[in-house]
C-alpha cells in the first residue's frame, strides 16, 4: 500500500512520519500530483496559518488536486480547516470539501487557542472503531469547524464544535491524532483499513 504524506508549508510533519513509523507503514513525502494521485491514502496534515497554506497549495494546483482525489484522504488540524469553505482566519477561501465554515473561538472565560487533551463523543463512523466514546484527543487550534451533517465526531470547547467530518472519501480530525497516544494511533490504523 502506498501512503502519502501532502507536503506543503504547513508543519508537523515530523510527528505525522513518527506515527506510520511506529505502526511500521512505508510512505512517501510529496507536493507531486502523480505521486499524490497514485497513492492508496493520502494524509494532509497541517500547523500553521490558513491563508499562508492555501497560497502554497494553489501555487503547486494542490487546492485542485486534494478535492479531486477519490482514495482515501485525512486531513488534521489546519489540514482539516483548510479542506472547508472558508476560514476566519485572515479571511481566507479554502478547498469546499466540506461546504461549512471555519470560526474564531470567541470567549472571555476559555482561553484562545484551545491547547490540550480534550474528550470526543458522538461518533458516526469506521475511523474511531474500537475506541471509547469521550476518549481524550491533543488539540491546539484557536479556529474549528461548525457543527454540520458532515460532523462525525463532536468536542466541547467554548460551544460544542467538529472534532472529526467525513464526506465521502474525505476524512478529517480537528486534534492531532499523531500526538494523541493510543487513541490517536488507533485512528491512524483504522484510516489505512478503509
Not at 497514485?38 to 494524509?43: E, G, K, L, M
Not at 502554497?56 to 486534494?66: H, N, P, S, T
Not at 469521550?134 to 467538529?162: G, I, K, R, W
Amino acid at each position: 500500500m502506498k501512503t502519502v504524506i501532502i507536503k506543503y508549508n504547513a508543519g508537523n510533519v515530523q510527528s505525522v512520519m513518527y506515527a506510520l513509523d511506529r505502526i511500521g507503514v512505508n510512505y512517501l513525502w510529496t507536493d507531486d500530483e502523480t505521486e499524490i494521485r497514485s497513492a492508496d491514502r493520502v494524509i494532509f496534515p497541517g500547523v500553521g496559518e490558513a491563508s499562508t497554506a492555501m497560497s502554497y497549495l494553489r501555487e503547486k494546483g494542490l487546492d485542485k488536486v486534494i478535492p479531486s482525489l477519490t482514495q482515501p484522504v485525512l486531513g488534521t488540524c489546519v489540514g482539516m480547516q483548510l479542506m472547508c469553505r472558508h476560514s476566519e482566519e485572515n479571511d481566507t477561501t479554502c478547498m469546499g470539501i466540506f461546504e461549512i465554515d471555519v470560526k474564531r473561538f470567541q470567549s472571555s472565560e476559555y482561553k484562545v487557542p484551545h491547547v490540550g487533551w480534550n474528550n470526543i463523543y458522538n461518533f458516526k463512523n469506521g475511523l474511531t472503531e474500537g475506541l471509547n466514546e469521550n476518549s481524550f484527543m491533543y488539540f491546539v487550534h484557536s479556529y474549528y469547524a461548525e457543527l454540520s451533517p458532515y460532523t462525525v465526531a463532536t468536542c466541547d470547547y467554548v460551544q460544542p464544535f467538529s472534532a472529526m467530518l467525513q464526506k465521502d472519501n474525505f476524512y478529517a480530525a480537528q486534534f492531532h491524532t499523531e500526538i494523541s497516544g493510543k487513541e490517536g494511533q488507533r485512528i491512524i490504523e483504522n484510516f489505512l483499513k478503509v
